[in-house]
Every structure is written in C-alpha cells, then in structure tokens.
C-alpha cells in the first residue's frame, strides 16, 4: 500500500527565508505525488502534481517540489517566503479503495512565516 | 462562479441531534466525497459518490449517511450526534473515478463545515 510520511507537523520561517517541507513515500512503483495547501479556514488547493515526466515540478506561488526515488522523498520547497504562505501544507499520494480512486494525505505541516 | 461549495459554513449542535451538510459542485464532475479533518487536521476520506452511486465507504458509522440526488449534489446527515463528530467536513468532486492517470486522482475541494457538538 501506499503512503506519505510528513516529516515536521511545524515549521516556521522568516519572511524572505528559504522554505523546505519534508516529505517521504513509500510505495512499491514509481507513484503519483501531490501537495495540497489548506490556508486558515479555507478549503484545499491543489498545489502542484508529479506525474513523472520531470523531477522537478514548479506548482503555484514560486512552490516546487523534486521527487527522489534514490531517497523516497518528496520535499517542497520555496526560495523566499512570503507571510502568505503560512499555512496547512498536506503531502499527497493516490490510493484505491474496491477499485476507484482516492487520496491518502500524510498529517500535515503547519507552515509559520514570522516578519 | 464554478467552484465546490458547502452549507452551512459552521454548525453548532447539541449531542443527540441530527443534522445535515449540503454540497454542490459546478465543475460538472461525476465523482463527489466527503472527507473528515479532525483537529490535528488529519483528512481522511468518508465516502465517495459516482453518478449517484456509492463507490467508497471507509467504515464510517452507520448514524453518516450519505445522500446523491444527483452528481452535482452530495449531502451528508448525520443521527444522534456525539462529541467526536466534532470535526472539520470537507466535500470535493473530481472528473474521474479510476484509472492510473494521474489526472484522475485531482480533486477540487469545497471551503469546508466546521461542525461543533456540545
């Protein structure tokens, strides 16, 4: 089976500091990877998708995140942070359930950006 | 505008009550869920509608219980409510139900119910 270890439940930067959010897999094939980002007391979004024809993948507001197959890591990571990024980021990897799809999110990283 | 949206946004209730949580999806999607987040905001998936069938149920309580009137539609009652169903609801649709695509694992997500029992 499929599953994502999030490696910090916090984290917490200074504003215009790099950002690394750390994130394993296991899985017994090469998978599909997701982040999603939850701001406070909104919904998910999606942030960005591996699909395994790059492994590196830029996703929305300047995120990226690299697939490791060597390490089974999935880290996201940020140049500079800005104060609106702090937030609920969720590691993501595809699951099935009697035949049909779902998602199995690992526990979080709580994201703060301090000024 | 086309988006997943929920009602109510919050709901406060006592033990004992019954209640129910509405969604609705634009996107003109064929697949809806409805996850869980607890507070230490883990997500864990409850059910799954296809066209208004049930395809996933994840061992939930027998007081949730899912309704689709059709594929736009998903709600969510809940019987006899207990302190632990206190919790964040979040519904969400996606175009596909199978497949190893990864396209068809992408889900758009509603802004969520939080739901406080008393």
């Known amino acids: 089976a499929q599953s994502v270890t999030q490696l910090d439940s916090h984290v917490s930067v200074s504003e215009g500091t790099p950002v690394l959010l750390r994130c394993n897999y296991s899985?017994?094939?090469?998978?599909?990877l997701f982040w999603y980002v939850q701001h406070p007391n909104k919904g998910l979004q999606l942030l960005l998708k591996?699909?395994?024809?790059?492994?590196l993948v830029k996703g929305i507001n300047g995120f990226e995140a690299e697939f490791k197959k060597s390490e089974t890591s999935f880290h996201l990571t940020k140049p500079s942070a800005h104060m609106s990024d702090a937030a609920e980021y969720f590691c993501?990897?595809?699951?099935?359930?009697?035949?049909?799809?779902?998602?199995?999110f690992g526990a979080g990283t709580r994201l703060a950006v301090h000024p | 505008d086309t988006a997943v949206s929920q009602t109510p946004k919050y709901l406060v209730t006592q033990m004992g009550n019954d209640k129910s949580i509405k969604c609705e999806q634009n996107l003109g999607h064929d697949t809806m869920y409805w996850y869980k987040q607890d507070s230490k905001k883990f997500l864990k998936i409850m059910f799954s509608y296809n066209n208004k069938e049930l395809i996933i149920n994840e061992t939930v309580p027998n007081r949730f219980s899912p309704k689709s009137p059709d594929k736009a539609h998903l709600n969510l009652h809940i019987n006899s409510l207990e302190l632990g169903d206190s919790a964040v609801y979040f519904c969400?649709?996606?175009?596909?139900?199978?497949?190893?695509?990864?396209?068809?694992?992408?889900?758009?997500f509603g802004p969520g119910t939080r739901l406080t029992v008393t």
């Open positions: 969400a649709s996606s175009p596909r139900t199978s497949g190893r695509s990864i396209y068809s694992y992408e889900q758009y």
């Open positions: 993501v990897c595809p699951g099935f359930s009697g035949g049909y799809n779902k998602l199995i």
């Open positions: 591996y699909t395994s024809a790059a492994t």
């Open positions: 899985s017994s094939y090469s998978p599909s």
